[in-house]
């Protein structure tokens, strides 16, 4: 089944440690997002990438990084920079001509 | 000015009622316009989307695209428990292929 795969589903983190979000997707899309939802409030662009090796920041990007060295592939890391890291993290593809959004189910950071 | 609004809501509308969900935009020259439907702890998922003025049918649901007005529009026919989610609407401004969403109206349907 074609589809894009986020892990972990739930993540709990200590103050001051990175942690990567894995985003893998099947669906030969070009681009690739990520959002963060937080309760009560609509999606955030963090960061979107048009094509490998390229991406770039969307309205929050401090405190986060990614990287693009595959197509399919679009991991996101929280740094410890990012002052209130817990929230909804929402990976996204779609095809560039469309615009139309597919999103995977999500993974929840807790910073305990 | 927020890109795209949306009333928070919550709507409440009794089971087999019309909801009704309200949109706008700024960028008059956007180009595509879409609704998300989400539920509670769960991911977004498209259910309809509409690129030219006028209405939209599929199922119980209806877009309306006004660009003139920079509206568009959600009706959910025949309300059901099912549908109580948040809806999302979002556009994609001209020049671009990012898609920009409102904050979400939340939809509680009354049994």
């Known amino acids: 089944d074609g589809g894009i795969t986020q892990s972990p589903k739930y993540l709990f983190r200590k103050e001051g440690q990175n942690v990567t979000l894995s985003c893998e997707q099947n669906?030969?899309?070009?681009?690739m997002y990520w959002y963060r939802q937080d309760p009560g409030q609509g999606l955030r662009l963090i960061y979107y990438?048009?094509?490998?090796?390229?991406?770039q920041k969307g309205d929050i990007a401090e405190g986060y990084s990614v990287s693009r060295e595959k197509k399919e592939s679009f991991p996101l890391t929280v740094t410890s920079a990012q002052k209130n890291p817990t929230a909804f993290y929402l990976c996204?593809?779609?095809?560039?001509?469309?615009?139309?959004?597919?999103f995977g189910e999500g993974s929840r950071l807790t910073v305990l | 000015q927020k890109e795209v609004e949306q009333n928070s809501g919550p709507l409440s509308v009794p089971e087999g009622a019309i909801a009704s969900l309200n949109c706008t935009y700024s960028d008059r020259g956007s180009q595509s316009f879409f609704w998300y439907r989400q539920y509670s702890g769960k991911s977004p998922e498209l259910i309809m989307f509409?690129?030219?003025?006028g209405d939209k049918e599929d199922g119980r649901f209806t877009a309306q695209l006004n660009k003139a007005s920079q509206y568009v529009s959600l009706l959910i026919r025949d309300s059901q428990p099912s549908d109580s989610a948040t809806y999302l609407c979002?556009?994609?401004?001209?020049?671009?292929?990012?898609?920009?969403f409102g904050a979400g109206t939340t939809v509680t349907v009354r049994a």
């Open positions: 509409i690129y030219s003025n």
């Open positions: 990438s048009q094509i490998v090796n390229d991406f």
């Open positions: 979002a556009v994609r401004p001209l020049g671009d292929y990012k898609l920009s």
């Open positions: 996204a593809s779609s095809i560039v001509n469309t615009g139309e959004l597919f």
């Open positions: 669906l030969n899309h070009d681009a």
